[in-house]
């Protein structure tokens, strides 16, 4: 059974967790009490470990993680309100219409003019191989070239919007990515507290005692750290041990055989009275 998921660690900062702990193993080297990763466990055989122990290391830091994010809903509680109502004040109403409107023209329009210039271009010429060609053979030659022209221009007001898109969406989306980075100072504090004990208080040491314990062997697919600090998971032999080593083993009763004497058969000077 592997303890996966913390209890009080919620998802969106599960990453971060892991990144602090490939971090913490990837600068490994720098440390002394760290040295010897590699040599009875290397980085993936801890890196393991220490995902399974996420509950128990995550809760050497729990008082500052429990600070931490009630600072973050602080902030995101109205802004994320007032966000919401402005996108379904902006999506529900006319906006989103005009905006569906526009994307079926954007698309329909180059199609069905292309289908129109086909049609009466081949119509056209066709119909002036007759003798005498009909009256109105060179309008439909006409038409098909105008639905052409008309093609072209559709066709390039799609590519022109296309570009407008991206580089409106190339415009806004640094502006999110730094809002998300540049948290408040209060927000920032708590989340770099938290870090801090998470990595001095859980998973240094989580990793210095996986690398002492000397029951932990290259060869180990799934070793037991030290049980101080890493749960041991699964089922011990119960100990039998025999009547004669219990505590309260009083002495064994001892059994004698009675005395049996033969009886005196003598004369009749030894008859009783």
Do not use: C
């Amino acid at each position: 059974m592997h303890m996966n998921s913390a209890p009080h660690l919620l998802a969106e900062d599960r990453p971060e967790y892991e990144r602090i702990l490939d971090d913490a193993l990837r600068h490994a080297h720098e440390r002394p009490d760290l040295a010897a990763v590699g040599e009875r466990l290397n980085a993936v055989q801890l890196r393991t470990m220490a995902l399974d122990a996420t509950a128990l290391i995550t809760a050497t830091a729990a008082a500052e993680y429990e600070h931490y994010v009630k600072a973050r809903e602080e902030l995101r509680g109205p802004a994320e309100g007032t966000g919401q109502d402005s996108d379904r004040s902006g999506t529900d109403g006319p906006n989103q219409s005009g905006a569906g409107i526009g994307a079926v023209v954007t698309v329909l329009a180059p199609v069905l003019a292309g289908t129109a210039a086909l049609i009466f271009l081949l119509s056209g010429y066709l119909l002036r191989l007759l003798n005498p060609p009909p009256s109105f053979a060179s309008t439909m030659v006409a038409a098909g070239w105008f639905f052409a022209a008309v093609m072209a221009a559709a066709i390039l007001a799609a590519a022109v919007g296309l570009l407008i898109t991206a580089l409106r969406n190339g415009s806004t989306a640094q502006p999110v990515e730094d809002a998300e980075n540049e948290l408040p100072e209060d927000v920032a504090r708590a989340r770099e507290a938290w870090r801090h004990a998470l990595l001095e208080r859980g998973i240094l040491p989580f990793l210095r005692d996986a690398l002492a314990d000397p029951d932990a062997g290259p060869a180990s697919r799934t070793p037991q750290p030290s049980a101080n600090r890493i749960p041991k998971i699964g089922y011990s032999r119960p100990d039998f041990t025999s009547p004669d080593d219990g505590p309260a083993a009083g002495p064994r009763p001892t059994f004698t055989s009675p005395d049996f004497t033969s009886p005196d058969f003598g004369g009749p000077e030894h008859e009783l009275d």
